[in-house]
């Protein structure tokens, strides 16, 4: 039982450049979100699925994308990396709404 | 609006000491307040809900409706309590929470 793995640990883009981030989790849970923390400003809501098939917007969706592949698998695209997005990514699932399980991080650094 | 307010970034003690890291809010509806916590080179876990009321590694803490407070508390602090804590909250029902800015903890020998 892994819980939430996330891929890759560490990151780093030039401006302009895309990837993906990918986040799994092994606990049969519905719901899954994607964050960011950066100094000072804790951790911001990027986006959000409350079920397989659904994905909403969070307080700071702008600049990313997202895909709920199945009940496992959630994914974080960044399109056209900006230095803004430079953070360290947190991935976490949760059943009920209360969101336990966090992932290990993905730190991205864009140039 | 909805916020959490961590009023402190940086908060040292000494190793015995009592400890109170506070957590104010502001939300409308019904909130759910939690702690969580991120030791160094950790992942975040939760530490508290307000709503089981436990008490969780010597930690308590208690939802004052009338100060909008959820204020963490330990009567003796030891070296391993040195972590990021995070207050934050979700509206009953949803799947939005909001995150304080956190408070560094440090527990000094």
């Known amino acids: 039982n892994a819980g939430v793995t996330q891929t890759p640990k560490f990151q780093v883009l030039k401006t302009g450049q895309s990837m993906t981030l990918q986040c799994a989790q092994d606990?049969?849970?519905?719901?899954m979100y994607w964050y960011r923390q950066d100094p000072g400003m804790g951790l911001r809501l990027i986006y959000y699925?409350?079920?397989?098939?659904?994905?909403d917007k969070g307080e700071v969706p702008n600049g990313y994308n997202v895909s709920r592949l199945n009940k496992r698998e959630f994914s974080l695209r960044l399109e056209s990396a900006a230095p803004s997005q430079t953070s360290v990514y947190f991935c976490?699932?949760?059943?009920?709404?209360?969101?336990?399980?966090f992932g290990p991080g993905t730190r991205l650094t864009v140039l | 609006a909805q916020r959490v307010t961590q009023p402190e970034k940086l908060l040292s003690v000494f190793k015995g000491a009592p400890v109170e890291l506070k957590c104010n809010y502001s939300?409308?509806?019904?909130?759910?307040l939690f702690w969580y916590v991120q030791y160094s080179r950790q992942r975040l876990q939760l530490l508290l809900r307000?709503?089981s009321r436990e008490s969780i590694k010597g930690f308590t803490a208690d939802l004052n409706k009338g100060e909008t407070s959820f204020h963490l508390k330990k009567p003796f602090a030891q070296e391993e309590d040195s972590a990021m804590y995070y207050c934050?909250?979700?509206?009953?029902?949803?799947?939005?929470?909001?995150f304080g800015t956190g408070t560094r903890l440090k527990v000094l020998a």
């Open positions: 307000h709503i």
């Open positions: 699925s409350a079920s397989e098939g659904t994905t």
């Open positions: 939300y409308s509806g019904s909130p759910e």
């Open positions: 976490a699932s949760s059943e009920g709404g209360q969101m336990e399980f």
């Open positions: 934050a909250l979700s509206n009953s029902g949803t799947y939005k929470y909001i």
């Open positions: 606990m049969n849970h519905n719901s």
